[in-house]
């Protein structure tokens, strides 16, 4: 009897052993899978931040070639303006000519 209770304890003991080596293994992949998370987070803000900067550079690029765009576009139309005010200051210069003619004699 004592032999059999001393083979159930013993049976036990290794029982009890493999179960707290199968719960060390599996916080060991507790552990393991943590790191692994925290280290997807990281990366993710390093890469949301970068995602963020381009896109910020991107948005100010395109506002500074539209406003580019605008100031020539601006800049044309007085051209534009300019010359037709010097074409209606000579029109009208030919006009009052033209209705005042001046005859040497």
């Known amino acids: 009897m004592e032999v059999k209770e001393k083979q159930q304890s013993e049976t036990h003991l290794v029982g009890l052993e493999g179960m707290e080596l199968n719960i060390s293994h599996i916080l060991e992949r507790i552990e393991h899978f943590t790191q692994l998370v925290s280290e997807l987070l990281e990366s993710r803000e390093t890469m949301f931040k970068e995602l ?50 001046i005859f040497d004699s």
């Not at 381009?54 to 139309?77: G, S």
């Open 52 to 101: 963020s900067n381009e896109f910020e550079q991107w948005l100010i690029l395109i506002h500074r070639e539209q406003m580019k765009k605008w100031q020539e576009e601006i800049k044309e139309l007085r051209l534009v303006d300019a010359s037709n005010e010097e074409a209606s200051a000579l029109l009208n210069n030919v006009r009052f000519l033209l209705q005042n003619p």
